[in-house]
């Protein structure tokens, strides 16, 4: 009995060593391979001890089996990850993070990645090692040599974010797939076609006028301006399809849904496997199921209704016949929905954060409100888009909140798919297999490239050079703005295609309420317990309303 144990132990910890050998080469993603590791490979070597012994197995030999393959492979994976022989071992970091990817599970179920992720770099440095195979970098030179032109192809954790039953969406796109895609999607976001959305823009922003205007007491601000984007997403998406402002609430619950889904993928995005194993299953929870359908149900009422204006499925349909061929509906159909999840929160969430930041500071509140009433008197011709270029204290706070509070404040990583994308990043060589992470975040709070005082509120920093307004720090001698590392929508070819319509829609829409409604807290308002709350599931929002009191002009 005593032989046959040793025997079964020998093969166990041999099949343990050669399984983690393929492991730590292949990557996960799907259920198959865990699997094998799990449960083929001690099958296999209890097998064969069975065999080679000619003893059948018993109880007591699968149990010993099987602990000791689980002991020696945690053993060998864990001694691996630690050690000089792994490829990323010289890159500083936490010990828990170089050893398994539950640290990065850990970080974003407390909604505080981008913190944590700051803190580690504030210890360690401008590249951390934040997961057995994955980076880090807060600096230009990984904005330009990961996100650049010539970067990195997307992360699995991408696919992690996508419907299996459905084509990809061009965020999950890289390469001449992207660009190819992106071409039809520049063209719903050039300037003409911004010009189309101006007056949707206008048409929703009156009707959240009159809607928060008609409510008696404290107002949940961030909590209607996400009401008003859903709305305008869908009329510039699909023609229409939401219609959350008129009746005073997500009747559909697909904010809840999204919120739900980005909850999720926060913690399933750093184990990939995990998450298409959920999406294959046959059941799936009826809110996720909603969240694949909606974009099906906008595409066939759009369809349905044809062609009443050039909106985004005008262009991503090439319904103007401008290409070679015409993109499958079944590929636009995911881009359509993405456009609505994509840009339903971030520009909502980008508007209630200014609304925080202009309150909170009253000096830049009242000289936001001079330069509005010297631009558009009375109000007169706010709308008229074409001098928003004279709003330049407005431009200025807009980029400090996008720099202060980024829309997406970690972003996605990167990855070195294979040996010949292999490159030099900060001085240091980063190997194939590599997930790299360039978090907004972090960058834009480091004083090599915004000084003076990074984690302040200071929009006089993105004007001329100016005395700082009475309730910002002094300014140091020197000031740094390098506009390199302003990265809110990200950077390179895959850069947020809606930044121009982003930017104008915030400028109208803050015009348009600052000329209508004073604004202030509501009483027992505490702006550090609400800042404090901002939360990273993968768009920042906070986990406590934004109330305000409104007062007519």
Same mark, same amino acid.
């Given at each position: ?8 132990? %020998?093969?166990?910890?041999?099949s343990?060593?050669i399984?983690? &050998? ?13 699997? &094998? ?12 001890? +069975?065999?080679?012994?000619?003893? #059948?197995?018993?109880?007591? +030999? ?6 000791f ?18 490829p ?9 993070? =170089? ?9 974003s179920?407390?909604?505080k ?10 210890k ?53 797939e992207?660009?190819?895609r ?9 300037t ?20 928060i ?25 699909? +023609? ?15 904010? %809840?849904?999204?919120c ?5 993928? &926060?913690?399933? +995005? ?56 015409? #993109? ?19 520009t ?48 200025a ?67 001329? =050079? ?27 070819? %895959?850069?947020?295609?809606g ?14 309420l ?10 027992g ?27 007519? =002009?």
């Amino acid at each position: 009995m005593s032989l046959d144990l040793v025997s079964t132990l %020998q093969l166990a910890g041999c099949s343990a060593l050669i399984s983690h &050998a393929i492991f730590k080469r292949i990557n996960f993603t799907s259920m198959g391979i865990p699997i &094998a590791l799990l449960i083929v490979f001690p099958t296999l070597s209890l097998t064969a001890s +069975s065999y080679i012994d000619n003893v #059948p197995p018993t109880f007591f +030999s699968v149990l010993a089996n099987f602990t000791f393959y689980y002991l020696c492979l945690s053993v060998s994976i864990l001694a691996y990850r630690l050690s000089p022989l792994h490829p990323l071992y010289a890159f500083p970091g936490p010990r828990l993070a =170089r050893v398994s990817k539950l640290y990065g599970v850990w970080a974003s179920a407390t909604g505080k990645q981008h913190r944590i992720l700051k803190s580690l770099h504030d210890k360690y440095g401008p590249v951390v090692r934040t997961g057995p195979n994955e980076l880090s970098i807060a600096d230009v030179d990984g904005v330009f040599k990961v996100l650049g032109a010539n970067g990195l192809p997307k992360g699995e954790f991408y696919d992690s974010r996508s419907d299996p039953h459905s084509p990809n969406n061009i965020v999950n796109l890289s390469g001449d797939e992207h660009a190819n895609r992106r071409r039809v999607w520049n063209r719903g976001f050039s300037t003409e076609s911004l010009r189309e959305y101006e007056d949707m823009i206008a048409r929703r922003a009156e009707l959240l006028i009159d809607k928060i205007g008609a409510i008696d007491g404290p107002v949940d601000l961030g909590l209607w301006l996400s009401y008003f984007q859903f709305d305008f997403m869908g009329d510039m998406a699909f +023609s229409g399809g939401f219609e959350m402002l008129r009746a005073g609430g997500d009747e559909e619950g697909i904010r %809840q849904v999204l919120c739900d889904y980005f909850h999720v993928a &926060a913690l399933t +995005s750093h184990v990939p496997w995990v998450a298409k194993t959920l999406a294959h299953l046959p059941v799936l929870p009826e809110r996720m199921m909603k969240l694949f359908t909606f974009g099906a149900e906008r595409a066939s009422r759009r369809i349905k209704n044809g062609s009443l204006k050039k909106d985004l499925w005008y262009h991503l349909t090439d319904e103007a016949g401008l290409e070679r061929e015409k #993109p499958p509906v079944s590929n636009v159909i995911p881009d359509g929905a993405l456009a609505i999840v994509a840009g339903g929160d971030t520009t909502a969430r980008a508007i209630s954060n200014l609304f925080f930041a202009i309150v909170s500071h009253p000096a830049h509140y009242e000289r936001l409100k001079n330069e509005l009433e010297t631009v558009f008197p009375a109000g007169d011709g706010i709308t008229d888009v074409g001098r928003y270029s004279e709003l330049k204290f407005l431009d200025a706070l807009i980029s400090e909140t996008l720099r202060m509070y980024p829309p997406v404040p970690t972003n996605g990583p990167r990855r070195v798919s294979d040996a010949s994308k292999a490159r030099v990043i900060c001085d240091k060589f980063v190997p194939e297999g590599t997930e790299i992470y360039v978090p907004p975040y972090v960058i834009h709070r480091d004083a090599r490239y915004f000084s003076p005082s990074p984690n302040d509120f200071i929009p006089e920093r993105w004007l001329p =050079r100016e005395k700082t307004s009475q309730d910002a720090k002094s300014p140091a001698p020197t000031s740094v703005l390098n506009t390199a590392a302003y990265i809110p929508f990200s950077y390179g070819p %895959q850069n947020c295609v809606g930044r121009n319509l982003a930017r104008t829609e915030i400028k109208m829409v803050v015009a348009l309420l600052l000329s209508r409604f004073d604004f202030r807290f509501a009483d027992g308002f505490d702006e550090k317990v609400w800042e404090d709350s901002l939360c990273d599931y993968f768009i920042m929002h906070p986990d406590l309303p934004l109330l305000v009191t409104l007062t007519r =002009r």
